[in-house]
Each structure stands twice: as C-alpha cells, then as structure tokens.
C-alpha cells in the first residue's frame, strides 16, 4: 500500500501548479484510523522522499466528552513518528440551518486557515467508501452535476491546497493496512448515530449495495471522476461567458441583464451558478435561481428587488445584478487624514470574507503631496449643502444629486470616498474628478481604491 500511495501522491502533486518546492504537509489528524493511516503513510513517504516537511493539526470540536482523550492520543502518535502537532479547539453552535457535520467541517477548515503557511497541503482521510457516501447524500438532496462531482482528489485551498490521496483505497484496505502495522486508533461514538444522514448510508444502504454489487464503491468513483471532468468543461464555458457579461462598476463585479438574456436558459443558469460561487457564495437552488431571474432580473423598471441568501442579497441596479453583503461596511467616526502611507485603510473591516477596503497611494508623487492635507472622507462627514461641479459639467450640483446622476447604486451612496487637498473637495474616486477654480493649483492624484 505504501507504493501504491507514493505514487498517487507524486501523481497529485505534479498537478498543482503554483507548487514549484517540495511543500509543507500538514495531515488532518482526529486519531481515527483513517487520520492515523494517512499519517503513517506519509512518514513514509517522506522517508523516500526527502525535503517534505509532514506536521499534523488536531481539532477539538468540542462534541464528544472523549475530545480531550484524543487529542492525548494524537500527540503521543505523533511523539511515536517525531512529527510536530498542531492543536485547535472549537465552539460549535448548533442552529437550524446547517447540519452538525457541516458546522464541525467548517470550524476545522477556519482552524486549519488559521494556522497554515503559503503552499501548504491540507491533507484529509478521505477514501472510497467516503465517495460512494457522498454520491448517495448527492443523489438524496438533488444534486446536479456540482453535487455528483463527488469529493475531488485535490482543491485550492486559500494560499495552499487540500489533498485527499486515499481516494483511491478503500475503508477495507485502510483497515487491513493499519493491523498489518500494529496501529491503533480512537472510535468517535457518534459515527454509529444513523439519526446522522451519513452514518445511516454508511451502517444500513452501503453494506447492502457493497453486498450485491461488491465493486460500486469503485464504480461510483469513476462517475465521480467523470462528473469532474464535465464539470471543468462546464466551468470553462461560464467562465467564457462571465468575460462577455461581465461589466465593473466602482469596483463591483457586476452581470449585464442585456448580455444574458441572449443565453440560454441552461447556460445562463449555468453562468449564474459560476458568478455567485466565484464571489465565494454557495450554489443557489433552482428556486433561487428562478426567484434570482424572474423576480429580480426580469421585474419591472421602477421596481428594486432583491433575493436574500444567507450573508448576501443579489440586488437588480439600472440593467445590472449586483452581490451586496447584508452586513454594510463599518465606516470610520471621523475622516481619515492621510499621513504617508503606501495602502491607506479606510474601513474597520467587512463582512464580506473578512476584506477590508483600502487606497493605494503608491503611484502617487509624496514629496508633492506631502506639501499639503489629503483627508479621506465618506458621504456621512460632509456638509449637507456642499456642491460639486465635476470635470466636463457646466454647473455646480448637490452631492446628492449628483451620486444619482452618476448611476451609483443606493446602497454603495454611503461608501464614496471623496478626496479633499486641504480644503478642496478634488474627486469621489472611482466615481468623477471635481473642475477646480482657475486660481487653484493643486496636484492630480492617482488613486484606486483595493482590498485586501
């Protein structure tokens, strides 16, 4: 088994492409057998090949009253194999939305973001017998073709990569591996729950499926296979697409309705699928993306709709879809004065993954600058009766007037930054530059807006 696994392992890694040294391995270790397998496995690995480093990160989700007991486990294995453990504990609430399993699966991912390096390889126990599960609970809720793609041997992960190198062996396998090695292991008590949808399929469907049909476990993991490949080529296409219709607005990534009307239905759902999952939200359901075209794409001119997810709403805006974080950004109690920087951050952080939203100033001449007060300031600082007369207009207008005028959506009206020279109001960046009196000399800025 150790060939076999150097080698699927090797084989993954030459498809990563921003991995150009041999990475930091970091095992996903709970102390069961299959954790513990993998482990093992790539000790050795890591003895045939050198210049891998192999740590493992345990995660204490806080569910079983045994959680302390296997972290103890864990880190006398990993004293066993000299390897370095990484531990993470976790307060899981449940609520109504999510499953249990899929609240404890995101805690361990924040846990192992928390603490990983550039081009790091989370690697997981994920095996066969995991994949037909996964196609089964697929085939349960509905899925479509995202759903029957199954677990992927390999995925980016923030700044590295998650890596599942057991997909190929089965539970059997992983079990006769580990007693031919005298290994031992931890039982979770709730993995013989069958109220848990998994666990069901695991102890009453799969054994009866394996008994008829002994070699679907593999079956069901070519589909899979096959599932992926249609789902890149799926990918490709809305991401050709997305480029078509696709069109920025003060930094938004926006969908021309004019532009997917001329799709079709199948592949304009298939774009939006790949819009909202590219912005880092879930898959909408069909009946989102029914709600999603019918009732705010297609509603009427005078109308403003939206549809609610779960951290976001997608808001219909003079032609164009917009994501919007339901949570707005937390703007500053007072402007901002400018005081040199490079990356000047105006807000106190956002909902929306954690981004804050800054400016770049770094094109900007600062020997030039520094002559004079640049202050940063949001629609709230302003004076009520302050009026602009941007470049190319022959008057003078209210703010107010003049954020509609330039089609900036409702919701983004608070967050404009307007650009003051000592007393001068000189841009609302990203949006016009202001006509300055003939007796005023002052520097153009080069600005944009950036997050991080």
């Not at 931890?186 to 009866?208: C, G, K, M, T, Y």
């Not at 699928?273 to 709600?291: A, C, E, F, I, M």
């Not at 609610?308 to 808001?315: A, D, R, S, Y």
């Not at 409702?410 to 020279?421: A, D, H, K, L, S």
Request: net charge neutral; proline share 4%.
């Amino acid at each position: 088994m150790q060939a076999k696994f150097n080698q699927q392992l090797l084989s993954i890694i030459s498809k990563l492409p921003a991995i150009t040294a041999a990475p930091r391995f970091v095992v996903a270790l709970s102390g069961g057998v299959d954790s513990i397998v993998l482990l093992k496995l790539l000790v050795g690995f890591q003895q045939q090949h050198s210049g891998y480093q192999v740590i493992a990160h345990n995660v204490n989700h806080g569910l079983s009253e045994h959680a302390e007991q296997w972290n103890e486990f864990c880190k006398t294995f990993c004293n066993e194999l000299n390897i370095e453990l990484l531990s993470s504990k976790v307060n899981i609430q449940k609520n109504s939305r999510n499953s249990l399993e899929a609240l404890a699966r995101e805690a361990r991912y924040q846990c192992f973001l928390k603490k990983m390096a550039d081009n790091d390889i989370i690697l997981t126990g994920h095996h066969q017998d995991d994949q037909l599960e996964t196609l089964l609970l697929a085939l349960k809720r509905g899925s479509g073709s995202t759903g029957l793609q199954g677990i992927r041997s390999y995925q980016t992960f923030h700044s590295g990569y998650l890596v599942r190198p057991l997909l190929n062996f089965s539970r059997q396998q992983i079990i006769d591996y580990a007693q031919i090695e005298g290994l031992t292991w931890v039982e979770d008590e709730s993995n013989q729950d069958i109220h848990f949808d998994r666990n069901f399929i695991r102890h009453q469907i799969a054994p009866l499926l394996s008994q008829r049909w002994p070699a679907i476990a593999k079956s069901v993991s070519r589909t899979a296979q096959l599932c992926q490949e249609q789902q890149s080529l799926v990918d490709e296409i809305a991401a050709e697409d997305l480029q078509q219709c696709l069109e920025m607005r003060l930094g938004d990534e926006t969908l021309s309705i004019n532009s997917l009307i001329n799709l079709s239905i199948p592949r304009r759902n298939n774009l939006l699928r790949h819009w909202l999952k590219s912005n880092g939200l879930d898959y909408p359901t069909s009946k989102q993306l029914s709600v999603l075209w019918e009732e705010v794409a297609l509603a009427e001119q005078d109308k403003q709709p939206c549809l609610k997810l779960v951290k976001h709403t997608i808001h219909r805006y003079l032609g164009n879809l917009y994501i919007v974080p339901i949570q707005s950004i937390a703007l500053p109690k007072e402007p901002i004065v400018w005081k040199g920087e490079s990356l000047l951050r105006v807000d106190k952080g956002s909902s929306l993954n954690e981004r804050t939203l800054a400016i770049d100033f770094s094109l900007v001449d600062t020997a030039i600058l520094k002559q004079h007060t640049i202050t940063c300031c949001f629609r709230k600082h302003l004076n009520s009766k302050l009026t602009c007369q941007p470049e190319g207009r022959s008057k003078s207008r209210s703010i107010k007037k003049l954020l509609h005028e330039f089609q900036v959506p409702p919701w983004q009206r608070e967050q404009v930054i307007f650009i003051f020279i000592d007393e001068y109001l000189v841009e609302a960046l990203g949006v016009w530059q202001c006509q300055l009196t003939p007796n005023v000399e002052l520097p153009r800025l080069q600005l944009a807006m950036c997050s991080s």
